[in-house]
């Protein structure tokens, strides 16, 4: 009996498979490049995961894999990449899975912003933008219908990219002009900007119910970009704030459709009360699914598993023993170029609440954006008996180390 993951997050994999196996299943891995995790691998007793090199955006040489695999029983896909590749599989073959429709739904921001609108669930509807079209009114038609200061996205990004804030005018033609010539995912939307601190909601909805599992800081860079630089989980709230939220996570994830699975909900706290950013149809990437296994006191992986079988998860209901709170900070080169390793690791441990480095660049890798998430090369991660304690631990320890560069050198 089998569960096939179609690519993973960087870190998890080793708990994933503990997971499986926990379930009387095998957990098969389809990737274009193993190399990315070295890490998770490198720490697994030889044969825990069945590893297959596969172009994994080749859906038809995915649904080859998948029809060759000895007793399918459900099919994981964790990431924003290939969420769309994995609901149409899930679909074709007819594995367990979410309705293929809501995801599509949930990859769509401007889509998501629009109906939560409708549903009385934010202020602010999504205004759709062309860049090319060189419309000289449209500055203007921008500020009568979002205001400044206003955020214009790409519906399917991920990771901070393609971001711009926009304060007044002359950040918000400069926003229009570079958003003309980038790349995006999906289409240019603007809404309004929601000025407080951002969240993200761990959360696991079963049978259109939602149990709010905790929360996660998200410090930022300065404005004007949003580089994701600290996280820590869970966030202390009152208990009245905390049982708020969840009702509110409920009505939101209801209103898209939302019947199971983890969601990892980003949202500011402003002073009107919560205002959704967007809704990922996963568990936290980068260390939060990590975080979220220790603080809880429990292995959260296996809920994963058990949705993809189309059961229960018994983390729905479970009382959760707890653990150490924790907290993360993403660790960046002060400058591009070829990433040639980590100074200060022998430092910590020498630092308080057992701080260590997770890798996610490879040395040889180019890191040429600095502006969001494509530019950390690793993790610094730290444990203490309140986030807020481990945040401080986690800075202290990511001041030690410096991330090395060199200038690249083409040809």
């Not at 549903?119 to 419309?135: F, H, I, N, S, Y």
């Not at 950390?376 to 991660?381: L, S, T």
């Not at 986690?394 to 180390?401: D, E, R, T, Y």
Request: proline share 6%; with cysteine; charged share 25%.
């Amino acid at each position: 009996m089998t569960v096939v993951c179609l690519e993973s997050l960087t870190f998890g994999l080793g708990h994933l498979a503990r997971a499986a196996e926990s379930l009387g299943e095998r957990l098969r891995l389809l990737t274009r490049d193993p190399g990315w995790y070295a890490y998770e691998l490198g720490r697994l007793p030889e044969g825990a995961v069945e590893v297959v090199e596969v172009d994994t955006f080749d859906t038809d040489a995915v649904a080859a894999e998948l029809s060759g695999t000895p007793e399918l029983r459900g099919l994981i896909s964790s990431t924003d990449t290939w969420t769309l590749v994995g609901a149409e599989l899930t679909a074709r073959f007819g594995l367990p899975g979410l309705d293929p429709a809501v995801l599509r739904l949930t990859r769509d921001k401007a889509r998501v912003r629009d109906l939560l609108y409708e549903a009385g669930l934010t202020r602010a509807r999504a205004v759709e933008v062309d860049p090319a079209r060189g419309d000289t009114d449209l500055p203007a038609l921008l500020r009568k219908e979002v205001g400044l200061p206003a955020v214009l996205k790409d519906t399917a990004g991920t990771g901070s990219r393609n971001v711009w804030l926009a304060r007044d005018e002359t950040e918000l033609e400069t926003a229009l002009r570079e958003a003309a010539g980038s790349s995006l995912a999906g289409r240019l939307f603007a809404e309004p900007y929601f000025s407080g601190p951002v969240y993200s909601a761990e959360t696991l909805t079963w049978q259109g119910r939602t149990r709010l599992l905790g929360v996660s800081s998200r410090l930022m860079s300065r404005e004007p970009r949003f580089r994701e630089e600290i996280t820590a989980f869970p966030v202390a709230f009152p208990e009245t704030r905390h049982a708020s939220l969840e009702r509110w996570l409920d009505e939101v994830l209801a209103a898209v459709g939302y019947t199971d699975r983890f969601a990892h909900v980003e949202f500011v706290l402003t002073l009107a009360g919560p205002e959704i950013v967007e809704i990922n149809p996963r568990i936290g990437g980068a260390l939060v699914a990590e975080g979220m296994c220790r603080a809880l006191g429990v292995n959260v992986h296996e809920a994963m598993v058990e949705t993809a079988l189309g059961r229960r998860p018994r983390l729905i209901d479970a009382e959760l023993p707890g653990g150490p709170a924790v907290a993360f900070v993403l660790g960046y080169p002060e400058r591009p170029g070829v990433f040639t390793g980590v100074a200060g690791l022998e430092r910590l441990a020498d630092m308080p609440g057992s701080p260590a480095w997770y890798p996610v660049k490879r040395v040889g890798d180019r890191i040429e954006h600095l502006d969001d998430s494509r530019g950390y090369a690793g993790i610094v991660y730290a444990e203490a008996e309140t986030a807020e304690l481990a945040t401080h631990r986690a800075v202290a320890a990511a001041n030690a180390l410096r991330v090395l560069t060199e200038r690249a050198v083409d040809g």
